[in-house]
Nanobody
Framework: QLQLVQSGGGLVQPGGSLRLSCVGSGFSLEHYAMTWFRHKPGKKREGVACITSGGGMTAYADFAEGRFTITKDNAKNTVALQMDSLKPEDTAIYYC??????????????????????WGQGAQVTVSS
């Protein structure tokens, strides 16, 4: 069974930082491109950042560019999202997902996978003073 187990998240003041981590259980992340999504109440889920299976290429949503950093460590079977300069509008539940590129299937970003085989359980991030 493919499982992703998340850690991190919590409450932080505006301008602060948080780090989310995601570890694969029962399978190797080496063969997967990884994506972080977020979901705000009443809104559609949105892509935050993705990274290729080898970790050589990344892509970010406009709101994440310059503030968030996605990294992947295949030796440790983990992917992380470092979030800096956090804003109240970053408050959401964040999910990691292991994905594949499927031709002709649209993705939220052309460099990010379009089909997902495993999802993390989610982590609440709250940015508030």
């Amino acid at each position: 069974q493919l499982q992703l187990v998340q850690s991190g998240g919590g409450l932080v003041q505006p301008g602060g930082s948080l780090r989310l981590s995601c570890v694969g259980s029962g399978f190797s992340l080496e063969h997967y491109a990884m994506t972080w999504f977020r979901h705000k109440p009443g809104k559609k889920r949105e892509g935050v950042a993705c990274i290729t299976s080898g970790g050589g290429m990344t892509a970010y949503a406009d709101f994440a560019e310059g503030r968030f950093t996605i990294t992947k460590d295949n030796a440790k079977n983990t992917v992380a999202l470092q979030m800096d300069s956090l804003k109240p509008e970053d408050t959401a539940i964040y999910y990691c997902a292991a994905g594949r590129f499927i031709p002709s299937t649209p993705s939220w970003h052309p460099r990010c996978p379009s089909e997902y085989d495993a999802w993390g359980q989610g982590a609440q991030v709250t940015v508030s003073s």
